[in-house]
């Protein structure tokens, strides 16, 4: 495969940034889906509904036709969230990729570039959490095309967050991820980040236990 090289954002990388950003999150939409599926609540809210129709039915056949259709209403409700939660960071932080990343103090995005074409991406930013501010910086928005991953592009960008951060007096990176999120969690681990805490994004996400998971990484030497 043609070597690649990384570098700054630049305005042309717009909308592969984007569509990229995109595409990478949507991959994981069947993962939520299952974990919905092995979810307690979720199997005795199935359960529910299957008993609840074969006694007002009396139909084995009716009830579990519903059991399918609400498994299938279920897998677009995932859809639709996940579709939703690209289409909030494409309105937020990259609307705008180069006021937020590129002028902001202390922020940088970089991209992955093969033969000129967009292949990975990557921010630094000022953490969301204010008792983080001055201490760390927040990596966000990595991603590689499916097609260009096993190449070390991810890790290497990664490391180019850490460096970043270093070279400006931080003693740490910290970084969110969900928990279907699989081979960024083992890439960030083998890197030594930490997971330090997990939260739940909304009422819907606590019910179903899905989690957040906040990861850190301790820059050596430093203070």
């Not at 495969?1 to 909308?15: K, W």
């Not at 690209?86 to 033969?115: G, H, K, M, P, T």
């Not at 000129?116 to 991603?143: H, N, Q």
């Amino acid at each position: 495969m043609a070597p690649y090289r990384i570098r700054q954002y630049e305005d042309g990388d717009y909308e592969a940034v984007r569509t990229m950003f995109g595409h990478g999150i949507m991959e994981h939409a069947p993962a939520a889906y299952i974990h919905m599926l092995k979810c307690l609540q979720t199997q005795l809210l199935f359960l529910g509904l299957f008993l609840a129709m074969l006694a007002g039915s009396g139909s084995l056949l009716v009830s579990l036709l519903a059991l399918l259709l609400t498994l299938i209403g279920g897998w677009f409700c995932i859809q639709s969230l996940w579709t939703e939660y690209v289409q909030q960071f494409l309105r937020n932080d990259l609307l705008d990729i180069r006021r937020i990343y590129l002028q902001a103090a202390d922020s940088c995005f970089w991209v992955a570039e093969a033969e000129g074409v967009v292949v990975g991406m990557v921010g630094a930013i000022l953490p969301e959490d204010p008792s983080e501010r001055g201490r760390a910086l927040e990596l966000k928005r990595m991603s590689v095309g499916r097609e260009h991953r096993g190449r070390g592009i991810g890790r290497v960008l990664c490391r180019t967050v850490i460096r970043f951060a270093q070279e400006r007096g931080y003693s740490a990176v910290v970084l969110s991820t969900s928990m279907v999120h699989y081979s960024a969690q083992q890439l960030y681990e083998s890197l030594g980040f930490q997971r330090v805490s997990e939260r739940s994004p909304s009422r819907l996400a606590s019910f179903l236990q899905f989690s957040v998971f906040c990861y850190r990484y301790e820059i050596p030497g430093s203070r």
